[in-house]
């Protein structure tokens, strides 16, 4: 009973997959055939048909009116083009805030890149850059004054070597010997 069961089961499945995808294809030409006429009327309405004229003073006075209407589409390109970069913008300070809002604030992965300050002022400023950033040509040149105690310790020298003539006999004489 199982096995006719599930073969009914399986059989009804894909009699079901083959109407939907019969179905899906009728749609699909159905949306195919309404783009095409959209695009029809949008062409027979913004572009009217092409008739050229005989004479040349005609030809000139088309020539004309088509870059008239070609800057008139450029500008509206263009203006659009600046609205939607503005609108972009707006979107990513607001998502910021959003962000700064709830506290949590998304950092992203930072690799270390070893970059010396010249180059990183260069990446910075660009071409602008023309200072040379060396950090230690600024520094204050400072003259050591000898203390009394860093005199003392060159005067003593190594203490390894007077431990070694001081071991010994010869080192106790030579002890004595300075002492008086």
Same mark, same amino acid.
């Given at each position: 009973?199982?096995?006719?069961?599930?073969?009914?089961?399986?059989?009804?499945?894909?009699?079901? #997959?083959?109407?939907?995808?019969? %179905?899906? &294809?009728? !749609?699909? +030409? /159905?949306?195919?055939?309404?783009?095409?006429?959209? =695009?029809?009327?949008?062409?027979?309405?913004?572009?009217?048909?092409?008739?050229?004229?005989?004479?040349?003073?005609?030809?000139?006075?088309?020539? #004309?009116?088509?870059?008239?209407? %070609?800057? &008139?589409? !450029?500008? +509206? /390109?263009?203006?659009?083009?600046?609205?939607?970069? =503005?609108?972009?913008?707006?979107?990513?300070d607001m998502n910021q805030k959003l962000f700064d809002l709830?506290?949590?604030?998304?950092?992203?992965?930072?690799?270390?890149?070893?970059?010396?300050?010249? &180059?990183?002022?260069?990446?910075?400023?660009g071409s602008k850059h023309k200072v040379c950033m060396d950090?230690?040509?600024?520094?204050?040149?400072?003259?050591?004054?000898?203390?009394?105690?860093?005199?003392?310790?060159?005067?003593?020298?190594?203490?390894?070597?007077?431990?070694?003539?001081?071991?010994?006999?010869?080192?106790?004489?030579?002890?004595?010997?300075?002492?008086?």
């Open positions: 009973r199982r096995g006719k069961r599930n073969r009914a089961i399986t059989a009804r499945r894909q009699h079901l #997959k083959s109407v939907m995808l019969q %179905i899906a &294809a009728t !749609e699909l +030409e /159905k949306e195919e055939s309404r783009r095409e006429t959209e =695009k029809q009327n949008y062409l027979s309405e913004h572009c009217p048909p092409l008739h050229l004229p005989g004479s040349m003073a005609e030809v000139q006075e088309l020539c #004309k009116q088509l870059h008239a209407k %070609i800057d &008139a589409a !450029e500008e +509206e /390109k263009y203006d659009m083009e600046v609205r939607v970069q =503005k609108s972009s913008k707006e979107l990513e709830r506290g949590k604030f998304k950092r992203p992965p930072l690799r270390r890149v070893r970059m010396s300050a010249d &180059a990183m002022l260069k990446a910075l400023l950090l230690r040509a600024n520094l204050k040149q400072v003259k050591k004054e000898d203390t009394e105690k860093e005199r003392d310790l060159r005067d003593v020298g190594d203490w390894r070597k007077n431990i070694e003539e001081k071991s010994g006999m010869e080192g106790r004489k030579k002890m004595f010997e300075s002492e008086s």
